[in-house]
């Protein structure tokens, strides 16, 4: 059974880095086939989906223009686990960020599943 | 983007009744489509894919149907633990979006 633990402070300040990692258990994070995601979750934006990285031949990523140039997600083969950095961050980034698997993503069984606890994060000074 | 726009945002209903969610994406996704459930402080679960394929160890009350841009999710026979919100997402085209929501409730 695939699961996902989600880490990192539940706290932010304005204009500094918000840092998510996502360690994975049962599944591997270079496994074709599969995408590993971010996503967020707000009254205001509701689920927001933030970006991926994938593994064929090389590391890719993908990232919602919302956030694109302040967001980096990177993958660490050693530790089985993904990271989310989202710079320069404001109180509109304050939601529930859950990490999830994408899977099966080039065909319409595509899917999320399993998904992180999610982590609140608060921006605020 | 693809907009996904969900009806009704919620729903009042009792245990056994029949309970279905509509979904419209803003153009054509085939069948590119999931749905969730989710619980208060809790991740969203997934329910069903490809637009009607039911995810193992989910209950068989709950259905999916459509193609193209107009989608349903029935719940055939409430339960009292399917008071939640369910959501829909398209996987067709970067970004994957997600409809707004309907909360099932009493």
């Known amino acids: 059974q695939v699961q996902l633990q989600q880490s990192g402070p539940g706290q932010v300040k304005p204009s500094q880095t918000l840092s998510l990692t996502c360690a994975i258990s049962g599944d591997g994070v270079s496994r074709n086939s599969v995408a590993w995601n971010w996503i967020r979750q707000s009254p205001s934006r509701g689920l927001e989906w933030l970006g991926r990285?994938?593994?064929?031949?090389?590391?890719?990523?993908d990232y919602a223009l919302s956030v694109k140039g302040r967001i980096t997600i990177n993958a660490d083969t050693s530790k089985n686990q993904f990271s989310l950095q989202l710079n320069s961050v404001t109180p509109e980034d304050t939601a529930v960020y859950y990490c999830?698997?994408?899977?099966?993503?080039?065909?319409?069984?595509?899917?999320?599943?399993?998904w992180g606890q999610g982590t609140l994060v608060t921006v605020s000074s | 983007d693809i907009q996904m726009t969900q009806s009704p945002s919620s729903v009042s209903a009792s245990v056994g009744d029949r309970v279905t969610i509509t979904c419209r994406a803003s153009q054509a996704i085939s069948s590119w489509l999931a749905w969730y459930q989710q619980e208060p402080g809790k991740a969203p679960k997934l329910l069903i894919y490809a637009a009607s394929s039911l995810q193992s160890g989910v209950p068989s009350r709950f259905s999916g149907s459509g193609s193209g841009t107009d989608f349903t999710l029935t719940i055939s026979s409430l339960q009292p633990e399917d008071f939640a919100t369910y959501y829909c997402q398209q996987a067709h085209s970067l970004p994957p979006t997600f409809g707004g929501g309907t909360k099932v409730e009493i």
């Open positions: 990285t994938y593994y064929r031949s090389k590391w890719n990523t």
């Open positions: 999830t698997r994408w899977t099966d993503y080039t065909t319409n069984f595509a899917r999320f599943d399993p």
